[in-house]
């Protein structure tokens, strides 16, 4: 097996065995999936944004000569580079970039700042940062900067322009600090021969969900995560007919892989980008690009369901609504089949691996009270008290989990994983759950959470 980067957990050898017989690793690198899905699917639409259309074969053309840009402006195999791009199509297209060119995407919501962007710099040693050059009256190239300026290890910035927009530095500029900086749209080189890569190798890095701060780094390889959106996606039946919405943040676990943007994009299907959640951004959307399923929070879906009797749109291509990252309130999920028009599925997950969620075909009770049931047949679960002791069934206590996309420790941090891993490899997630007679799980939310 090949090593995964300094400061990675692996899977034990049995688990290793265990997933790759069962099927479920397969030894593809998301990179390559995509060449695979172009051939396949070549003229569909697979990115949509505004009035811009991207076909399977463009996107993995415009991937090729971005990882070629990657390559000839220095970025290595292994090192890491932080993403932090709103939901556009340059996101998908320098995600799978890095990934191409043998670079390790780490992953970062847009809507954080300094402090978040330079430990994440710091802890994964980043060598670059991708971002807009200012969003919603932010200037992300000054923060660049300013976390260049604080460590050795940041020394390139690739910005993106909005459209039409001049590049305030005209092309390659360097500062005082040494830190170079690229429009992302002169990232642009003719393909060269593809690398030789390893699909247990890490794929990208995720910041953990839970109480820490800052968070932990959660390292997904190409293997995990390409089981975890391939198996999704089976399970909610998706097709190259489907249209999915991405509306939460694009470098969430939620929108990118539950079955998100990969798993859309392994079927043949058309990913629709939009960046404002708003009933009046999204719904026309749905309306005119005929989109069939997309994952929301209560909240938004709330404010959708407000939204949906003055907006008047014609939302009945919508077949199936994902709610998750929140408590659901009941009567939330009773509105949203009955006012959208389409089936509810609750979806419980976590960036550090678990992924649970109701069935299409679960009676409607367990679909309105419970977070549904693990993924993978092969994940394995337990609930136990504060002694570590399974309790009862029914009964409420910290869930505990292993699997085939649940990694084996954070990044870098082996003091922690010695308290959030048992010595059998369980992760202890911090969530606090009862297991139903069906083995559905009701979340019941967190115990408080311990310093770290």
Not at 7 to 24: N, Q, S
Not at 143 to 171: H, I, K, N, Q
Not at 180 to 191: C, E, I, K, R, T
């Amino acid at each position: 097996m090949t090593p995964l980067l300094d400061g990675c957990t692996p899977w034990p050898e049995e688990f290793v065995d265990r997933y790759w017989a069962a099927g479920h690793w397969r030894g593809t690198t998301l990179d390559n999936l995509l060449r695979g899905w172009a051939l396949q699917y070549g003229p569909r639409t697979a990115l949509v944004h505004g009035g811009t259309r991207i076909t399977y074969a463009n996107l993995n053309r415009r991937v090729d000569r971005m990882a070629a840009g990657f390559r000839l402006l220095g970025l290595r195999p292994r090192q890491r580079v932080v993403v932090q791009l709103p939901n556009v199509p340059e996101f998908v297209i320098t995600v799978f970039a890095l990934m191409r060119a043998g670079v390790v995407p780490v992953l970062c919501q847009v809507s954080d700042r300094t402090a978040e962007v330079a430990h994440l710099v710091r802890c994964t040693q980043a060598v670059g940062y991708v971002g807009p050059s200012t969003y919603q009256g932010f200037d992300h190239m000054a923060m660049a900067a300013d976390v260049a300026a604080r460590g050795p290890f940041l020394r390139r910035v690739f910005t993106l322009e909005a459209p039409g927009a001049a590049s305030p530095y005209g092309g390659l500029t360097t500062d005082p600090s040494g830190c170079h900086y690229f429009p992302l749209s002169s990232v642009d080189a003719p393909p060269r021969s593809a690398l030789a890569q390893s699909a247990d190798q890490v794929a990208f890095f995720l910041p953990s969900d839970g109480a820490t701060t800052p968070p932990h780094l959660v390292p997904r390889t190409h293997n995990d995560y390409a089981y975890q959106a391939r198996a999704a996606a089976e399970l909610v039946s998706l097709t190259d007919n489907d249209v999915y919405l991405a509306v939460l943040p694009a470098g969430s676990d939620f929108t990118f892989g539950c079955p998100g943007i990969v798993g859309t994009l392994s079927v043949g299907g058309t990913v629709v980008l939009v960046e404002n959640p708003e009933p009046a951004a999204c719904l026309p959307v749905i309306a005119r690009e005929r989109v069939t399923l997309t994952s929301v929070t209560p909240a938004v879906a709330e404010l959708w369901l407000d939204g949906a009797a003055t907006l008047d749109a014609d939302l009945s291509s919508l077949r199936l609504l994902q709610i998750g990252g929140a408590p659901l309130p009941r009567s939330t999920a009773e509105r949203a089949g009955i006012e959208l028009g389409c089936r509810l599925q609750q979806v419980f997950g976590m960036a550090d691996g678990l992924l649970t969620l109701t069935r299409p075909a679960d009676p409607d009770e367990t679909v309105l009270t419970t977070q549904g049931r693990p993924l993978s047949p092969d994940d394995e679960l337990r609930v136990v008290d504060a002694d570590g002791q399974d309790v009862p069934e029914g009964h409420a206590g910290e869930v505990l989990t292993r699997g085939p996309y649940t990694p084996r420790g954070y990044y870098r941090a082996p003091d922690h994983n010695a308290r959030a891993f048992t010595t059998d490899g369980y992760l202890r997630t911090g969530v606090l759950a009862r297991r139903t007679p069906d083995g559905n799980l009701v979340v019941t939310g967190r115990p408080e959470p311990a310093a770290d």
